[in-house]
């Protein structure tokens, strides 16, 4: 699969190119296109899928970055055309593109987990790597990692997917303390955040019975959504978060 790189048909585009530009990776559905939804008025988007067909709805001036994680070669080029093509306006990236097999570690297929570290982990890591280089030039940058509740918690019969989640907690902790020490009077922010039980297409196929078991595990007494999500992405990136830096923000609805 070739990386592929065009913008959605705009006729505002122009006035678009002024905004900050963010980077979406797993943009075409469930909390990453929530989040693109959220951020398109306001920012400059570029959207990341596996494959361009992928998306199905038009995000005014964004960009499409096709890529498919998991592959070695497409990431490099990923990362290089990142850095190429966007490097000059970059303001953010949103390391959202995930994936999960869930099914006991006993029994689980070393391709899954190989699926699971490529593109929950080691993707994040060299985006990170990648756009680390891009911010400390310039001074300024935010990156957010999705992590998931289940990071901090754990869960039965995703012991690796919740082990790539906890990766990231501490991936964002540790490059914030970098981004400090190669550059004190930088402006780095990186975070992680971690919903809880959010209702998208990676968790209606849980069984009703189990999904009552969390409900009531949750003081707000209901389950949160894609835009519950997005909101807490957007006041992020804004300026009014910006003495908010290495943390790990929960979206749970006070899951216990």
């Keep these: 699969m070739q990386i592929c790189l065009r913008p959605f048909v705009n006729n505002c585009a122009s006035s678009l190119m002024e905004k900050r ?48 994680l998991s592959d070695g070669a497409q ?9 190429s093509e966007h490097a ?10 995930g994936v999960t097999y869930d099914r006991p570690l006993l029994y689980q297929p070393e391709r899954e987990i190989d699926a699971m570290l490529s593109i929950n982990l080691k993707a994040p890591v060299m985006i ?36 790539t989640k906890a990766g990231l907690v501490a ?40 999904k009552q078991k969390y409900l009531g595990m949750i003081p707000s007494n209901r389950f949160g959504t894609a835009d519950d999500v997005a909101e807490t992405i957007a006041f992020l990136l804004s300026d009014k978060a910006s003495y908010i830096n290495g943390s790990n923000i929960q979206v749970n609805g006070g899951l216990l």
């Design 128 to 163: 990170c790597k990648t756009v680390m280089k891009i911010f400390i030039q310039k001074k300024h940058g935010v990156i957010i990692n999705m992590s998931s509740c289940v990071g901090e918690s754990g869960n039965a019969f995703q012991s690796v997917y919740a082990a």
């Design 21 to 68: 530009k963010v980077l979406i990776t797993g943009a075409s559905k469930g909390l990453g296109l929530a989040i693109a939804k959220r951020l398109a008025a306001e920012y400059t988007l570029v959207l990341h899928a596996s494959r361009a067909e992928s998306f199905t709805e038009n995000i005014p001036g964004a960009n499409i970055l096709c890529a498919d």
């Design 171 to 210: 991936l964002s902790k540790s490059l914030a303390r970098e981004a400090s020490a190669i550059s004190m009077d930088s402006h780095i922010r990186v975070l992680s955040v971690a919903p809880g039980f959010i209702e998208t297409g990676m968790t209606a196929s849980i069984p009703e019975t189990e």
């Design 75 to 83: 990431l490099a080029e990923f990362c290089k055309k990142l850095k």
């Design 88 to 97: 000059d306006d970059l303001y953010a990236v949103i390391n959202n593109a």
